[in-house]
């Protein structure tokens, strides 16, 4: 079996969410109504950004133990800041043991905490809602790699997966940010984080199931009690997610002794969750919606309880590792030298040839390979393509045993119509 190209490799990552209340109406200030006494919207914004990242970096670097396995298991690999969109900022960090994910919550409540007291000494008006998802790669999401510095010399880029793959091994290969290469992280997880965002306010911080599944199983005493603080709004409908299948809203209630919320709650009695509840229901909504999604997990050689892998991951894997190896993993020459020359004369079947027969022997990476001879891949390739297209195609097919209607129609298409 070849080895799995770094980039190829699973990893659960974490995504932190963290937007303004009030800042559309503070940028909504009438013209004529800025002075000097007036406070301009921008500056608010980038103290915003400025403090916490500030808050939630720095605290997390003071807090780390000097104990190098203590800080390699409950740790684990830096937070790094994502990006921003609009008002709203984000971080995101790998997870290689699920017991991290306690110590970075609280660590990211923290940040929020300082970051809130900053912009609300600016205007009391403002305050900080709060996300938090997991998102699983490289199967269900998938990172987008591109080169920060545009050369307009360069070759076209004539295999999108391809030149993704190749920017990722590199990345990852250097085993540190690489900043000629910017990543960022697409898919139905990331989805559903961005749609969770509407459930928040400044009390509740959201969490999807996948933080609430991991959250639950933790038996570790929080550094923070308020990450422990379940609490259930429902489930509700996500437009475009599962189907319509209805998604629970869990949350983390930020609310501090003595303030108004938790005075209200004396009076209604609302139920906190607890930690074996909100298990149990994540672990039976996993098993339900599994035609879309499933359980996270973590490879890793700490990890002890989140190992299980669903079921034809490897087998999903495998197939991209070779469509990596035998489809798209060439070199710009061999390209050119194939463009460049006249497909020979004669038939062969595709998968006969030499460049296929080498690149089934090898056992380098496929991101590695170099046996294969592309140039008369490429020429196959295409003169099988074009002998399908050619008006003859039909009688071949017919000829090589294949079963037609009167009317020269595949049989499995009419299947198809009928479905």
């Known amino acids: 079996m070849a080895k799995t190209p770094q980039f190829l490799k699973p990893r659960l990552r974490l995504f932190l969410s963290a937007d303004i209340i009030g800042s559309t109406a503070l940028k909504q200030t009438p013209r004529d109504a800025l002075s000097a006494s007036t406070v301009e919207w921008f500056p608010v914004l980038q103290g915003f950004y400025l403090e916490t990242q500030r808050a939630f970096l720095g605290g997390w670097i003071r807090s780390l133990p000097e104990d190098t396995k203590e800080r390699q298991l409950h740790w684990g690999p830096d937070p790094e800041f994502w990006k921003v969109i609009g008002d709203e900022i984000l971080f995101t960090k790998e997870l290689t043991d699920s017991h991290q994910l306690m110590n970075v919550l609280a660590c990211w409540i923290n940040a929020i905490d300082a970051a809130r007291e900053s912009i609300r000494k600016v205007d009391r008006r403002l305050d900080i809602k709060c996300t938090a998802w997991t998102a699983g790669f490289p199967l269900m999401n998938k990172e987008v790699a591109l080169p920060r510095n545009f050369n307009i010399a360069d070759a076209p880029v004539t295999d999108y997966f391809k030149e993704g793959g190749r920017l990722l091994n590199e990345r990852y290969a250097k085993k540190a940010n690489d900043a000629k290469i910017a990543v960022d992280y697409i898919g139905p997880s990331i989805d559903i984080g961005f749609r969770l965002c509407q459930f928040a306010s400044a009390r509740k911080f959201i969490l ?33 997610v599962f189907g319509g299948i209805h998604y629970p809203i869990f949350w983390i209630d930020l609310a501090k002794p003595g303030d108004l919320a938790l005075l209200e709650d004396k009076l209604t009695k609302p139920i906190e969750c607890t930690s074996d509840d909100v298990h149990k229901y994540c672990d039976k909504f996993f098993d339900d919606a599994s035609p879309y999604t499933f359980k996270p997990f973590i490879i890793s050689q700490t990890e002890n309880d989140l190992k299980e892998k669903p079921d034809n991951y490897e087998k999903d894997i495998e197939n991209i590792k070779k469509n990596y190896g035998l489809e798209i993993i060439g070199d710009k020459a061999s390209e050119k030298a194939a463009e460049a020359e006249t497909p020979p004369q004669g038939t062969h079947a595709v998968a006969q040839t030499p460049a296929l027969k080498a690149s089934a022997a090898t056992e380098e990476t496929p991101l590695a390979i170099s046996a294969i001879n592309f140039a008369e891949l490429f020429n196959e390739i295409r003169k099988v393509t074009k002998e399908r297209a050619s008006p003859s195609a039909t009688k071949k097919v017919s000829d090589c045993g294949e079963n037609t209607t009167p009317e020269g129609k595949d049989e499995k298409d009419e299947n198809r119509d009928k479905d």
């Open 208 to 240: 999807s199931v996948g933080v609430a599944y991991i959250l639950s199983q933790s038996n570790r005493k929080a550094s923070d009690v308020r990450v422990t603080r379940f609490r259930y709004d429902g489930a509700s409908v996500l437009k475009g």
